[in-house]
T-cell receptor
């Protein structure tokens, strides 16, 4: 089955800095890669996703890049704000099965 | 739309007791899954289903049973609760097949086994 590795496990940045979270996956058949944000005590919610026929996708301050050859994808958050503080999860799936998640990254944005 | 609904939100069990965590979705999604979330361990898959009558084991299935008699419902049964099952449980659903899109999560169940 799929295996997803996520780094770093914690990331501390100053407000206004950029943050980058990286994930690798093992199943070359995986073709859908979502990113979830989970605030304390809440459920995970989708913030951005990318499919394997696209190399990069951007939504305001958030972007995701995908390198299929190297089997890795990354989340980029620019101009970070305190409200970006949360746990972020990457995930992957070949589509005919469920999502496999990374272990999560706790992002702390200091004012 | 209610989305994915989990009950209860909180539960305390004694070791050896059994219980069922309920999960229902109203989006006609084929795929449903149960995850448990523990500090530093991320979201680990317990069991999943790709359609009514079809279930399969995930990464950490021991001590749990599931069934999928309808598209809407996917209950998770703890057979004999153990302290190691203290965790936050999330149910999730997503469209199946070619509709390869996001999973929607329920609000979670915080379970404590004493």
């Amino acid at each position: 089955g799929e295996n997803v590795e996520q780094h770093p496990s914690t990331l501390s940045v100053q407000e206004g800095d950029s943050a980058v979270i990286k994930c690798t996956y093992s199943d070359s058949a995986s073709n859908y890669f979502p990113w979830y944000k989970q605030e304390l005590g809440k459920r995970p919610q989708l913030i951005i996703d990318i499919r394997s026929n696209v190399g990069e996708k951007k939504d305001q301050r958030i972007a995701v890049t995908l390198n299929k050859t190297a089997k890795h994808f990354s989340l980029h958050i620019t101009e970070t704000q305190p409200e970006d503080s949360a746990v972020y999860f990457c995930a992957a799936t070949p589509g005919y099965s469920t999502l496999t998640f990374g272990k999560g990254t706790m992002l702390l944005v200091s004012p | 739309n209610a989305g994915v609904t989990q009950t209860p939100k909180f539960q305390v069990l004694k070791t050896g007791q059994s219980m069922t965590l309920q999960c229902a979705q109203d989006m006609n999604h084929e795929y449903m899954s149960w995850y448990r979330q523990d500090p530093g361990m991320g979201l680990r898959l317990i069991h999943y289903s790709v359609g009514a009558g079809i279930t399969d084991q995930g990464e950490v299935p021991n001590g749990y049973n599931v069934s999928r008699s309808t598209t809407e419902d996917f209950p998770l049964r703890l057979l004999s609760a153990a302290p190691s099952q203290t965790s936050v449980y999330f149910c999730a659903s997503r469209p199946g097949g070619s509709a390869n899109t996001e999973a929607f999560f329920g609000q979670g169940t915080r379970l404590t086994v004493v």
